[in-house]
């Protein structure tokens, strides 16, 4: 793709210098969404302003430092890398010329109760590791492989289109598609059907927590992120994920986008229907020929606009609609390192109570399950040496759930550190604490303004996808666009990506501005 690309930047920069670069394009927040739109349409031509709330990019993608510790806020891992360095192709650059990609291999460690299985991309040494911990179910694994590749080339072509209007929703592509969705059946329903082990099933079905769901909920075609680990792999950038975000704001300002930090936005201007610019808390006003909102989704249609603007998504809509879990987060920085795997899941002894409780928004006992990224093994920067930056999350309910979470903060923090001392093997980590910062769900909304909490944004339902989704081109405003979690691919960073990019696509179209991309869908 790189090649392919590269061989016709000259003629599309010859192209793009006919475009006079007069037309504004305003961008609120500086997520990884909003970024992947500002470095390409401003290398495109166009005029780009970035306005982020905090005084540093990434949103949920940044970073913060705890003494000598720093830690991710949010995404812990890059997956489906091949979007994010097309994205920086289609910005004029490289990944690798900008950060020191690191394949993890095995990817992770899953901790069950009696067991654990460490699953990896290199397909022997899978079928090795399925052997050892499930004697007998090796052999399913290249029908897996198979079968999820099928539903993968069916499927993510129709997440890179945009489905701003009818038409493109009833695309034949999307109809040939309709096979693969696997429908009426979840997520677990399929990996159990193919493994007929419910350990090993979970361990090609816990990603449905990316999407914030249930293995039991979310929808069966999303068997197609196992796939995409397993036949591509996962990378850690060292620095820290947020090294993504940041290398996407120089390669944003090297091409002409002005980021202005610390510059929160009070509302969207709109008259007569369209979006016209921005007013900042400071009373500032910036008027822009297109707006692409980079907020969490529900935040921004609840607080953004004036009351009565949006109808489809008023706030007395947004009540009504399904969203992701939340997550408790504690963040520690170690005076030692323990001999724990880059990443490591501690499934709960009784992981289908644990996961109802969560999305029944119940809130969970201590049997929990617990997230662990012990990055220091692989990243030498994140820490001094002999020292180590735990990063630490647990799913929970959203806000729905009622919990008082100032309450209830310091017995979950108990509980949690204790699981990861007798179950993580992580004896004495009490003593060893330099540093800690804990994030509950409440967190979330008051610090990083995420509707009830709901980290992983909107639910991944059948009937809050694709058209159904809030759509790249806003239906509800005109020259309004959405970048992030909250609208069409959906969330995790791949898709966040690919948000912006469709952002970025449509507006170059509207303003017949040549460009080469490899997404030819949007």
């Known amino acids: 793709m790189k090649r392919a690309l590269w061989s016709v930047r000259a003629t599309e920069r010859t192209a793009m210098k006919k475009f006079s670069g007069d037309k504004h394009i305003l961008i609120t927040g500086a997520g990884p969404g909003g970024l992947t739109a500002a470095m390409i349409l401003a290398r495109r031509g166009f005029r780009v302003s970035v306005y982020e709330a905090k005084d540093q990019v990434g949103g949920r993608n940044g970073a913060f430092r705890l003494g000598s510790y720093t830690f991710d806020i949010g995404p812990t891992f890059l997956m489906l890398r091949s979007i994010l360095d097309e994205v920086f192709e289609e910005a004029g650059t490289h990944t690798d010329d900008l950060m020191d990609m690191r ?29 050892r911990c499930f004697p007998g179910q090796e052999t399913r694994y290249a029908r897996f ?53 419910q350990e090993l099933a979970l361990s090609f079905t816990f990603q449905a927590k990316y999407l914030g769901m249930s293995p039991w909920e979310c929808p069966g075609l999303f068997a197609i992120i196992p796939y995409i680990e397993h036949a591509f792999g996962i990378y850690h950038p060292i620095g820290g994920l947020s090294r993504i975000s940041e290398c996407m704001a120089e390669t944003a300002r090297i091409n002409g986008a002005a980021i202005h930090l610390g510059a929160p936005v009070k509302q969207i201007i709109v008259r007569n229907g369209k979006a016209r610019g921005v007013e900042l808390k400071s009373g500032e006003k910036i008027e822009a020929d297109e707006v692409i909102i980079n907020a969490d989704f529900s935040y921004a249609a609840e607080t953004l606009f004036a009351p009565g603007v949006l109808k489809k998504y008023s706030p007395e809509k947004l009540k009504k609609k399904k969203f992701s879990c939340s997550t408790f987060m504690i963040y520690l920085g170690l005076d030692k390192q323990y001999a724990l795997p880059h990443h490591t899941i501690l499934f709960a002894k009784d992981y289908r109570k644990n996961v109802d409780d969560i999305f029944h928004l119940r809130e969970p006992g201590n049997d929990l399950s617990v997230y662990i990224r012990n990055a220091s093994v692989t990243d030498p920067t994140l820490a001094p040496e002999g020292h180590s930056a735990v990063y630490v999350l647990v799913p929970m309910p959203n806000l729905r759930s009622g919990t008082d979470w100032k309450e209830k903060r310091a017995a979950f923090r108990e509980i949690i550190l204790g699981i990861m001392e007798t179950r993580g093997g992580m004896s004495g980590l009490r003593s060893h ?74 507006i170059s179209r509207k303003y017949k501005v040549p460009f080469v991309s490899a997404n030819h869908f949007a």
């Open 145 to 197: 492989f198979e079968r999820e590749k099928q539903r993968f080339d069916a499927l993510y072509p129709c997440l890179q289109k945009s489905y701003h209007s009818l038409s493109a929703f009833l695309s034949l592509r999307l109809m040939k598609a309709v096979p693969h969705l696997a429908l009426g059946r979840s997520l677990y329903d399929v990996m159990y059907k193919n493994f007929r082990e």
């Open 103 to 131: 394949r993890l291999e095995p990817m992770y460690r899953l901790q069950f109760k009696d067991r654990f299985i460490e699953p990896a991309t290199n397909h022997g040494r899978m079928e090795a590791e399925i052997a």
């Open 433 to 506: 604490i330099m540093q800690e910062k804990v994030m509950t769900p409440a967190d979330w909304r008051e610090d990083l303004n995420v509707y009830a909490g709901a980290t992983f944004n909107l639910a991944h339902s059948l009937d809050q996808m694709i058209h159904l989704r809030p759509r790249n081109k806003f239906e509800e405003v005109d020259h309004c666009y959405l970048a992030g979690g909250g609208t069409h691919p959906g969330s995790g960073l791949p898709t966040i990506y690919e948000s912006g990019r469709i952002a970025a696509n449509l």
